[in-house]
């Protein structure tokens, strides 16, 4: 019987090393939620100059790029900002179960006149001047998360979850709402317009937020109010092998690390 070492040595002499993914001659489609944009595309540019295979990046609200599904999108990839979306996909038979890839969790964006602390917050939500905005329910997750924020607000303050619904402004994520200007972050510039006080979003959109219109403020949830938001991950059942491998990479440490520095948690 020949040795561990002496197989080593084979294999170094012979290049018996893991044959290489095959390549799609046609660009793998990955849809993804808005919210992934900057780290995506990072990890997208990586993964192309390592492989060699070419990706084709869309970005939306994650309900509307189940929709786009579900009406006939060739999507290969789809990285949604909740789990409910890719499960219902995988329901129907035609996607794999989704796994957690990353993690976020809620921050209020705020205008520089407001000076909040997390303290604060549930009762500036609450306040009748204060203009509350938020993602659409269904079509964006980050809606679904805010309005999850209001049913744990109405634990700590009765009837709060009827009048934060009532107020609260759909600015974002639905299939009619406005579009940024070429360039422009939706949320920074949602914010820059004046259209609402107090924005509830993820706290990496927050971050992104502050960074392109620096008066900004992001102010922490408190725990009694945040609410996690778990990401998930489908591969489309039977397609090309290099979009799994893709799926694959995006859980692996170098993309975990990009994820990390848009402030992503791991899963």
């Given at each position: 019987m020949r040795s561990i070492t002496a197989l080593m040595a084979s294999c170094l002499l012979t290049a018996c090393a893991t044959p290489p993914m095959p390549l799609s001659a046609d660009p793998i489609a990955v849809v993804a939620a808005g919210s992934l944009r900057e780290a995506m595309t990072d990890i997208a540019k990586a993964h192309e100059a390592r492989t060699g295979q070419k990706l084709s990046l869309s970005f939306a609200a994650s309900g509307l790029l189940r929709e786009r599904i579900e009406k006939g999108e060739a999507a290969q990839v789809f990285a949604s900002a909740d789990m409910g979306h890719p499960q219902k996909l995988a329901d129907a038979g035609s996607w794999s179960p989704p796994r957690v890839f990353v993690r976020n969790q809620l921050?209020?964006?705020?205008?520089?006149?407001?000076?909040?602390?997390?303290?604060?917050?549930?009762?500036?939500?609450?306040?009748?001047?204060?203009?509350?905005?938020?993602?659409?329910?269904?079509?964006?997750?980050?809606?679904?998360?805010?309005?999850?924020?209001?049913?744990?607000?109405?634990?700590?303050?009765?009837?709060?979850?009827?009048?934060?619904?009532?107020?609260?402004?759909?600015?974002?994520?639905?299939?009619?709402?406005?579009?940024?200007?070429?360039?422009?972050?939706?949320?920074?510039?949602?914010?820059?317009?004046?259209?609402?006080?107090?924005?509830?979003?993820?706290?990496?959109?927050?971050v992104s937020a502050q960074q392109e219109v620096p008066r900004l403020k992001i102010v922490a949830v408190p725990p009694n109010l945040q609410v996690s938001a778990d990401y998930g991950l489908t591969v489309r059942r039977g397609t090309h092998p290099a979009a799994q491998a893709f799926a694959d990479a995006l859980l692996a440490p170098s993309a975990q690390a990009v994820f990390a520095r848009y402030g992503f948690g791991s899963p």
């Open positions: 921050c209020a964006i705020t205008q520089a006149n407001l000076n909040l602390t997390p303290e604060r917050l549930l009762g500036a939500l609450l306040a009748p001047a204060v203009r509350v905005g938020t993602s659409t329910p269904k079509a964006d997750p980050a809606g679904d998360y805010a309005w999850a924020l209001f049913r744990r607000a109405d634990a700590l303050s009765a009837g709060a979850y009827a009048t934060l619904e009532r107020k609260a402004l759909q600015l974002t994520g639905g299939p009619s709402s406005p579009k940024a200007p070429a360039g422009r972050g939706t949320y920074a510039w949602v914010m820059d317009q004046g259209q609402a006080d107090v924005f509830l979003t993820y706290c990496t959109n927050a």
